[in-house]
């Protein structure tokens, strides 16, 4: 009798154990944005199977942001950060705050600088610093974190680092900081751990994302979807970026997939997550 109840005990302990651990990944709607809209209650009951309980989107697919946060609640999942476009930003940052609290979420992230082609300049990376710092305190003053998501073209080189360095150096910590997506890192040619240990505790907010090894880099922020591969599988090493992300200030991490192999895709991604030591 008591082995049964000792190893029921070590049972419930394991289980626990593996819940947890798939509790502190979430995901990128974005990842799976070909079947929400067919179906928006059931992919996200799907997301909670698959023992996710944190997202990152901001769209609500054609339903209102009440409909979509009750759907949420009741399915279990929690929406961390919105998405916001970098023009509504610089015209109404109070509006981006109002949706951000409509949703309940605790950060805003901008996902992309406009600019010319592949041609990122000096001066739009000061044109970001400016409604990154006006944008950022408004959020700030609401409750709200902001995070900007880079995609490679801020590592153009710039004096003696990258414009990433300068833009790093002109915002103002306590209203900017960033969300880093470990692959646009890697495929400018950037070391994800080494950025992390650089500037630590600056990026609350993680994207995990593989990418097929042989893929060409640049630095144009341009790349195939379908070079997204299973976690673990591919060169962006996501197996140190583990070891040390938390460390260094990682508050959330988002699964973000957008292959067209993704439902097929997350739940080996977080098998690969949960085996990491």
Known sequence: ??????????????????????????????????????????????????????????????????????????????????????????????????????????????????????NFTLTETETAIRVFNTAGKILAENGISFCYHPHGYEFRSYKKGTLFDFMMEEVNPAYVNFEMDVYWVKHPGQDPVKLLKKYKNRFPLMHLKDRKPGTPGNQNGNADVETNVVLGSGDVGIAAIMKVAKKYGVKHFFIEDESSRSVQQIPQSLEFLKSLK
């Open 1 to 118: 009798m008591k082995s049964f109840f000792y190893s029921s005990w070590l049972l419930f302990i394991v289980m626990t154990t593996t819940l947890s651990s798939a509790q502190e990944i979430g995901l990128q709607l974005y990842s799976l944005r070909n079947e929400i809209p067919k179906d928006v209650s059931g992919t996200l009951k799907q997301i909670k199977s698959w023992g996710i309980t944190e997202i990152e989107g901001g769209e609500t697919y054609g339903l209102s942001i009440d409909e979509f946060n009750a759907l949420s609640k009741e399915t279990g999942l929690k929406l961390i950060a919105i998405g916001a476009d970098f023009a509504e930003l610089e015209k109404d940052p109070q509006a981006v705050a109002n949706r951000a609290k409509a949703f309940g979420a605790n950060y805003v992230v901008c996902y992309w600088i406009p600019h010319h082609g592949d």
